[in-house]
């Protein structure tokens, strides 16, 4: 009769040790920004993120934004393979 309450003390107690481990290991770091000349961003697992803006249509065709500073480079390819891009720079409005 006596080892089921020694029992329960033995678990509550290591229990409570997980827990107040786990508060303390709960504190993650945010990870480091994605310098701004950079093509592309990371997730939290590791995996790049494009950071254009593309569009693709159901015919195939897609369009492409691709911002660098104070221009952007727009790509764009139609549904019969015809590709096309042109570059803007604005000096006036700084990004």
């Given at each position: 009769?006596?080892?089921?309450?020694?029992?329960?003390l033995?678990?509550?107690?290591c229990?409570?040790?997980?827990t107040?481990?786990?508060?303390?290991?709960?504190?993650?770091?945010?990870?480091?920004?994605t310098?701004?000349?950079?093509?592309y961003?990371?997730?939290?697992?590791?995996?790049?993120?494009?950071?254009?803006n593309?569009?693709?249509?159901?015919?195939?065709?897609?369009r492409?934004?691709?911002?660098?500073?104070?221009?952007?480079?727009?790509?764009?390819?139609?549904?019969?393979?015809?590709?096309?891009?042109?570059?803007?720079?604005?000096?006036?409005?700084?990004?």
């Amino acid at each position: 009769m006596k080892r089921t309450p020694i029992r329960a003390l033995v678990i509550a107690g290591c229990v409570s040790a997980a827990t107040i481990g786990l508060a303390a290991g709960a504190q993650v770091p945010a990870p480091p920004q994605t310098p701004r000349n950079w093509s592309y961003e990371v997730d939290k697992s590791g995996n790049r993120i494009a950071r254009v803006n593309r569009l693709v249509k159901a015919d195939g065709s897609w369009r492409e934004e691709v911002r660098q500073g104070n221009c952007m480079t727009i790509k764009e390819r139609s549904a019969t393979g015809e590709y096309k891009e042109t570059r803007q720079c604005n000096p006036a409005t700084p990004r």
